[in-house]
């Protein structure tokens, strides 16, 4: 499939665990944020979504938090899954159709 | 719903020579976006056209690279001369106003 990035961080969990994903974010004046999934060959797919006047968001297995203090974001899944292997993407814009994407994070999953 | 349509999958071409990629947004979707996805940089946008005019092109890297959009339901990009350090996944995808971006497949462009 299409190589996304040899490099990324990678967070191993064991199946059945909870896994937590960073992101960290500059511009302040963001105000929308994505998770995206990308599995290997595949385009980023959403996850769910959370705006500035949310602290915490919670999707099936997924909770997103945002911390406009620090701008910093976190993707929770609970019960971690094999399914779930893939890198996973914090994206942010200011109202606009112009996201800034962060560089991702790699999810394997130990069975 | 098919989702964002992207062909070819995979292209395998040599340097110098026209690429075109294709890209088909889903139904009812107004606003359409090209990136390019490297392992250096990442995901990238490389133009943005809304109600098929192009907004925002700022991102195509030189005039080496264009795109366009006929009509709502089909954009281009296109590579003339290409060049190896062009190779990338290039995504299309679209969304209705400022909501999420539904991303296409991807293309894997390999320049030799």
């Not at chain 2, 999958?9 to 071409?13: K, Y």
């Given at each position: 499939?299409e190589?996304?990035?040899?490099?990324l961080?990678t967070?191993?969990?064991q199946?059945?665990?909870?896994?937590?994903i960073?992101?960290?974010y500059s511009?302040?004046a963001?105000?929308?944020?994505?998770?995206?999934?990308?599995?290997?060959?595949k385009?980023?797919q959403?996850?769910?979504?959370i705006?500035?006047n949310?602290?915490?968001r919670q999707?099936?297995r997924?909770?997103?938090?945002l911390?406009?203090?620090?701008k910093?974001?976190?993707?929770q899944?609970a019960?971690?899954?094999?399914g779930d292997?893939?890198?996973?993407?914090?994206?942010?814009?200011?109202?606009t159709?112009?996201y800034i994407?962060?560089?991702?994070?790699?999810?394997?999953?130990?069975a | 719903d098919?989702?964002?349509?992207?062909?070819p999958?995979?292209?395998?071409?040599e340097m110098g020579?026209e690429?075109?990629?294709?890209c088909k947004p889903?139904?009812?979707?107004?606003?359409l976006f090209?990136?390019?996805?490297?392992?250096?940089?990442?995901?990238?946008?490389l133009i943005?056209f809304n109600?098929?005019?192009?907004?925002?092109?700022?991102?195509m890297?030189?005039?080496r690279f264009?795109?366009?959009?006929p009509?709502?339901?089909?954009?281009t990009l296109?590579?003339?001369p290409?060049?190896p350090?062009?190779?990338?996944v290039?995504?299309c995808?679209?969304s209705f106003?400022a909501?999420?971006?539904?991303?296409?497949p991807?293309?894997?462009l390999?320049?030799?």
């Open positions: 499939g190589s996304v990035g040899l490099h961080p967070l191993s969990v199946e059945g665990d909870n896994s937590i960073n992101c960290a511009n302040s963001s105000d929308y944020f994505i998770w995206y999934k990308q599995e290997s060959g385009g980023p959403f996850i769910i979504d705006r500035s949310m602290d915490k999707g099936q997924v909770t997103v938090l911390n406009k203090t620090v910093h974001l976190s993707l899944i019960a971690t899954q094999p292997s893939a890198v996973y993407f914090c994206a942010g814009t200011s109202g159709y112009k994407f962060g560089t991702g994070t790699r999810l394997k999953v130990l | 098919a989702g964002v349509i992207q062909s999958r995979h292209e395998v071409t020579q690429v075109t990629l294709r889903i139904s009812g979707h107004n606003s090209w990136y390019r996805q490297t392992m250096m940089r990442g995901l990238e946008l943005y109600n098929n005019v192009p907004i925002d092109d700022s991102g890297p030189e005039d264009s795109a366009k959009m009509n709502a339901s089909f954009s296109k590579i003339q290409s060049e350090r062009d190779s990338a290039y995504f995808a679209s106003g909501e999420e971006q539904y991303f296409g991807g293309t894997r390999t320049v030799t």
